[in-house]
Nanobody, 117 residues
Framework: QVQLVESGGGLVQPGGSLRLSCVISGFTSSRKAVSWCRQAPGKGRELVATIPLADGRTTYKDPVKGRFTMSRENGKDWFYLQMNSLQPEDTAVYYC??????????WGQGTEVTVSS
């Protein structure tokens, strides 16, 4: 059974940092990419960052470029999102997503990040 488990969310002041973790298990098919997405209150889910597993070249959406860093633990299915210089507009539930070459998509349960003074 495929599982994606996120952790690391919480309440942080503007300008602060958090590191989110995603542990993936149970995959038997080849994965194409792992991403972090977020959903702010009252808004749709949006992509934040993606690691294509073929080349490992991480890409970021403009709102987080230069502030967020997505990484992978060497040799493991652990993925991280280091978030610096957090702003209130970063408040959202953050999700880990894994996509396979066959077109299947798997989601974690999400971890909530609140940026507020």
């Amino acid at each position: 059974q495929v599982q994606l488990v996120e952790s690391g969310g919480g309440l942080v002041q503007p300008g602060g940092s958090l590191r989110l973790s995603c542990v993936i298990s149970g995959f038997t098919s080849s994965r194409k990419a792992v991403s972090w997405c977020r959903q702010a209150p009252g808004k749709g889910r949006e992509l934040v960052a993606t690691i294509p597993l073929a080349d490992g070249r991480t890409t970021y959406k403009d709102p987080v470029k230069g502030r967020f860093t997505m990484s992978r633990e060497n040799g493991k299915d652990w993925f991280y999102l280091q978030m610096n210089s957090l702003q209130p507009e970063d408040t959202a539930v953050y999700y880990c997503k894994a996509a396979t070459w066959a077109g299947y998509v798997y989601w974690g349960q999400g971890t909530e990040v609140t940026v507020s003074s």
